[in-house]
């Protein structure tokens, strides 16, 4: 007969509790699924979404909340990007758009990255600057219009001061959270080994807080993207923004789409080419994932 103890161990217990089979700890399911299934996976949940569009379009769709009557189809977008792409003020416009929207994006970088590791790292410095930053972060981009124009003689300077509020804070807030995040052991143990501030700043602060500094990068891109229709709005004649707005005005819907298609595009292309240059530059991260 077997006998029980009271004092079996926690290790014990839980060694009964476990299943018959275990899947070891480095089986990923992604065997199953190739590399070349991912992609086609997303090519066809896009193609997907175009039928849809197409047959709610072509059905003129009215569901009461929601109705398609007025929406283009799919088949007068591409004869209106065909008309862009021949026109010879796309290229002005893809240049205007991509100078604002990066030149903001840098200073935002630059900015955001700068406060955002003396934030997380120093807490004084926190009490004084959060507060204000705090207080400003839920503003839209907007509502930021009638100062941008008091503020700033130069539209063009305005619309750039634009894309940056809206690529600051996402930047900001993440750099923080991965400075804050860093594991006290690693610091500890640092300083044992004789590390100065310096030293722990740049070996194991900024290495570790680099993930949460690349997502706010790709995630501050993308917003600064979001905004720039907003910018758009201020002033010009040239820029994606300001070609849907003025598209609108004059009410050519598929224009609005083409617009709309583009800015996606270049946003998701360039907060994407953010995450890549972040992975190739922390080879250590990959390696833990």
């Excluded at 569901?63 to 088949?75: E, M, W």
């Excluded at 804050?180 to 100065?196: F, Y």
């Excluded at 501030?197 to 993207?225: D, K, N, Y």
Aim: proline share 7%.
């Amino acid at each position: 007969m077997a006998l029980s103890y009271p004092f079996d161990t926690a290790e014990d217990g839980d060694r009964q509790d476990e299943p018959p089979w275990r899947l070891p700890a480095s089986f990923s399911f992604d065997i199953f699924f190739p590399q070349w299934l991912h992609y086609g996976l997303r090519l066809a949940s896009v193609v997907a979404c175009v039928l849809l569009w197409q047959w709610a379009s072509s059905t003129h769709l009215n569901l009461g909340l929601i109705t398609f009557q007025n929406v283009p189809s799919p088949k007068e977008v591409m004869q209106a990007a065909w008309n862009l792409a021949q026109s010879p003020k796309l290229l002005a416009h893809l240049g205007a758009s991509l100078y604002r929207v990066f030149a903001g994006f840098i200073v935002a970088a630059l900015a955001g990255i700068v406060l955002g590791m003396l934030i997380g790292h120093v807490r004084w410095l926190a009490d004084i600057l959060m507060p204000p930053l705090e207080l400003l972060r839920p503003i839209p981009a907007v509502a930021w219009i009638p100062l941008a124009i008091l503020m700033f003689p130069s539209s063009e300077i305005s619309m750039i001061y634009i894309t940056f509020i809206g690529a600051l804070f996402p930047i900001l807030l993440n750099t923080i959270h991965g400075v804050e995040g860093v594991d006290p052991r690693l610091i500890a143990s640092a300083r044992s080994l004789g590390s100065g501030r310096r030293s722990i700043f740049s070996e194991v602060i900024l290495p570790a807080a680099a993930p949460g500094i690349v997502t706010g990068l790709s995630i501050g891109m993308g917003t600064a993207w979001f905004c720039l229709v907003t910018a758009e709005m201020i002033a010009g004649q040239f820029g994606i923004g300001y070609y849907t707005w003025a598209s609108y005005t004059i009410q050519n819907y598929a224009d609005i789409i083409v617009g709309m298609l583009l800015i996606g595009a270049m946003g998701m292309g360039s907060s994407a080419l953010i995450k890549k240059l972040g992975n190739a530059l922390m080879p250590w991260y990959l390696l833990q994932r």
